[in-house]
C-alpha cells in the first residue's frame, strides 16, 4: 500500500514481542533498503546474521545493500558465504552473477553460469546470462519466461526501486511525447506497451481519450490497476498485443522495456501496423555506444540489450515510419554509473 513508515513501525514491534522473529527481521532490513536507509539495513541485516549464519535470503539481501552502495567485494563475499550452506540458492547464484559482472570479472561469471546450467540445464536466468558472457546461443530477445521471472519477483519494490537509481524513461518518454503534441486534449487513442506499473501513466492519460497497457508481468499489471489510470490493462506479449490491434492506436509509448529485445523488427512492424496514419510512436532504448559499426545491438552481460543509433534508425524507417528523432539521454543510474540511452520519436507515413 506504500505505507512505509507503519510497515516499519509494525516490523519493529514484531521483533520487540519475540525477538526470534527473523522473518521480521530480514524484511525490516529489505524495508530500510528500499527507503534508502542502506546503512540501518546493513545494520540490522549484519545482526540477524550473527544470529542466523545460515539464512540464504538475509545473505542475499545484504549483498544486494552492498551493490546499491558500490561495495561490489563485499556482495560477493555474502553470496559465496551463502553458497557455502545453500549451495544451490538460486537467488544467491543470481546476485553473485550481477556482482561478477559488475566487477568486470568474466571467468568467474562464466564458470558460475556453467555450474549451474550443469546442475539446472532449464534455468532461465543462468541461460540468458550465459548467452551474454559467451555469445553462445544469444537469443534474439529475452524469453517470456525470463522477463516474467526477473518482474514478477521485482514488482513489489519497482518503483522504490528505480527511485533510488534516478529512473528517468518514463518521464523522458513523456516530455518528448509533450513535445511533439503539444497541449494535452484527451483526444487520443494510447498504448502503453510494456506498461510495468503504471510509471507512463501520468504523463499519458492527460492526452488520452482511451489508454490501454500491456505488460508480460501479472503482479506488475496489478499494481498498474492500483492507479486507476487505464480504460485496458492486459497481460501479453506486447508484440502479439499490437499485431492483434490494427490501426488502433494514435500513440505508442514504451518506456525501458525494449532493452529486453535484441532485434527490433517484429516490434517496429507491430507498431506500426497498430498505428493509425500519421500516428506516434515514442520510445527508449540502451545505446550501444563503442567504436565498431557491428553488431547492430548486444545482449549485455547484466541481462538487457543495447542498440546502435543507426540500426533503430534503419529498423523503423523499414517498418515504414518516417526518419526518426533520436536523442541521446541518460535512462537511470546502475552501480552508480549512468546508463545510455537513445529517446526516439517517429511518426507513421
Known amino acids: 500500500l506504500g505505507r512505509l513508515d507503519e510497515a516499519e513501525q509494525q516490523y519493529r514491534q514484531a521483533i520487540v514481542l519475540d525477538s526470534d522473529r527473523f522473518d521480521a527481521m530480514n524484511n525490516l532490513g529489505v524495508l530500510l533498503s ?104 544469444v537469443p534474439e530477445r529475452a524469453s517470456a519466461a525470463y522477463v516474467r521471472m526477473t518482474f514478477d519477483s521485482f514488482a513489489e519494490g519497482f518503483e522504490s526501486k528505480l527511485a533510488d537509481l534516478d529512473y528517468r524513461a518514463p518521464a523522458l518518454v513523456g516530455e518528448a511525447l509533450a513535445k511533439t503534441l503539444g497541449e494535452p486534449r484527451a483526444s487520443l487513442r494510447i498504448a502503453d506497451a510494456g506498461c510495468g506499473t503504471g510509471l507512463c501513466a501520468a504523463w499519458l492519460r492527460p492526452y488520452a481519450r482511451e489508454l490501454a497497457g500491456v505488460d508480460l508481468s501479472l503482479p506488475m499489471i496489478e499494481r498498474a490497476v492500483v492507479k486507476q489510470a487505464y480504460d485496458d490493462l492486459r497481460q501479453a506479449d506486447l508484440v502479439d498485443f499490437l499485431q492483434s490491434r490494427p490501426g488502433a492506436f494514435d500513440v505508442i509509448v514504451s518506456a525501458d ?79 552508480r554509473k549512468p546508463v545510455a540511452g537513445w529517446l526516439v520519436s517517429a511518426a507513421a507515413r
Open 34 to 137: 528500499r527507503r534508502g536507509q542502506h546503512d540501518d539495513a546493513e545494520k540490522v541485516l549484519l545482526r540477524l546474521l550473527e544470529l542466523l549464519p545460515q539464512f540464504a535470503d538475509a545473505r542475499q539481501n545484504l549483498a544486494q545493500v552492498y551493490i546499491a552502495t558500490g561495495r561490489l567485494s563485499e556482495a560477493v563475499s555474502q553470496c559465496l558465504k551463502g553458497l557455502v550452506t545453500a549451495p544451490a540458492n538460486r537467488g544467491l547464484r543470481h546476485v553473485l552473477g550481477l556482482s561478477y559482472g559488475a566487477l568486470g570479472w568474466v571467468d568467474e561469471a562464466v564458470e558460475l553460469y556453467r555450474k549451474w546450467l550443469e546442475e539446472e540445464p532449464d534455468d532461465v536466468r543462468a541461460r540468458h546470462h550465459y548467452a551474454a558472457y559467451t555469445g553462445q546461443g
Open 257 to 335: 522495456t525494449l532493452c529486453y529485445f535484441g532485434v527490433l523488427d517484429g516490434f517496429a512492424q507491430a507498431a506500426r501496423g497498430s498505428l493509425s496514419e500519421g500516428g506516434w510512436l515514442f520510445f527508449t532504448v540502451e545505446a550501444l555506444l563503442d567504436d565498431a559499426d557491428e553488431p547492430p545491438w548486444r545482449l549485455q552481460t547484466h541481462g538487457r540489450y543495447s542498440h546502435r543509433r543507426a540500426y533503430v534508425e534503419q529498423t523503423l524507417t523499414a517498418a515504414g515510419f518516417g526518419l526518426p528523432d533520436i536523442e541521446a539521454v541518460v535512462l537511470r543510474n546502475e552501480n
